[in-house]
């Protein structure tokens, strides 16, 4: 115990030295900086200036975020987008982890099947996806309501479409780390409970579910951020009903070049979602604690 204290104190003393493969560490910084780092920092000062004002001398202000809670339409666009993706997620959620726990307890091979069959979609390009979705709704299905008697009934625009559409979009997203998870689980510990003498049930909720939480955490993470950003799918299912937080920003950026305030909305939604995965997070470690 002694030696190993003096080796601490030794490497304290010594302080952190560059090894030589620190080296292909520098393309990832690189990459890091220029497609995150630098581009977040632009979007906070262009949220804190006044557009208005001429380059080089921008003037500061915070009317870009006070803006935001002043304009009706735009407060509600993004309880709408945070209504659909606590609700897609949930979904989701409810899908995947069955899928993933009946996936994992089949053969390997039979597991890469299964696997390559729910990555399958995500190999074609999102758009596409969402115009084939469309097009089941606008054909398939609609002629089925129709010689049911329901004429005259539109399957796109309205909440059921956007959530089907979100589901069918992200469900790989939430299947696959809880895979991961699933599939690397010492069933040592699961056979441990079932000789202590715990039910199917008890050993799921006591040693499966607790070690599976940094997967489920990971695909409820994905699928709230990408729903709650979206675009596409409520542009193309929508049936311009709908304008999300997503389609408002690309509307500030895009249509009225707005970068000001398509920046404080950007903020607004970042800040909001991390918010949301900090809390995700400490009800997380709160259920492990309390059940392991």
């Not at 199917?200 to 579910?209: A, D, E, N, T, Y």
């Amino acid at each position: 115990m002694q030696r190993e204290k003096l080796r601490i104190n030794k490497d304290k003393k010594k302080g952190i030295k560059l090894k030589y493969y620190h080296i292909f560490l520098i393309p990832f910084i690189i990459m890091l900086a220029a497609l995150i780092v630098i581009p977040m920092v632009s979007i906070f000062f262009y949220s804190i200036v006044d557009q208005t004002s001429e380059f080089p001398i921008y003037s500061l202000t915070l009317k870009n975020y006070t803006v935001f809670f002043e304009k009706k339409e735009f407060v509600l666009a993004l309880l709408k987008s945070l209504y659909f993706a606590v609700v897609s997620t949930f979904l989701c959620l409810l899908i995947s982890y069955p899928l993933a726990f009946f996936i994992s307890k089949r053969k390997k091979s039979l597991q890469a099947t299964l696997i390559l069959l729910v990555t399958s979609p995500m190999w074609i390009n999102m758009l596409l996806r969402t115009l084939a979705i469309k097009q089941i709704f606008e054909g398939p299905l609609l002629t089925i309501f129709n010689k049911l008697g329901y004429n005259g009934t539109t399957l796109l625009g309205n909440d059921t479409a956007i959530i089907i559409g979100m589901i069918y979009l992200y469900l790989p997203f939430m299947i696959l780390p809880i895979y991961t998870i699933l599939s690397k689980l010492d069933h040592k510990l699961i056979e441990a409970s079932t000789d202590l003498g715990a039910s199917k049930s008890q050993s799921f909720r006591k040693v499966i579910l607790p070690l599976s939480l940094p997967g489920v955490m990971s695909g409820v993470t994905i699928v709230f951020l990408s729903t709650a950003t979206t675009i596409v799918i409520s542009k193309y299912l929508g049936a311009g009903k709908y304008t999300l937080i997503g389609n408002i920003i690309e509307n500030e950026f895009i249509l009225t070049s707005n970068w000001s305030r398509g920046s404080s909305i950007s903020i607004i939604l970042l800040v909001l979602i991390m918010g949301l995965m900090w809390i995700t997070s400490r009800v997380e470690k709160d259920v492990k604690d309390g059940d392991m």
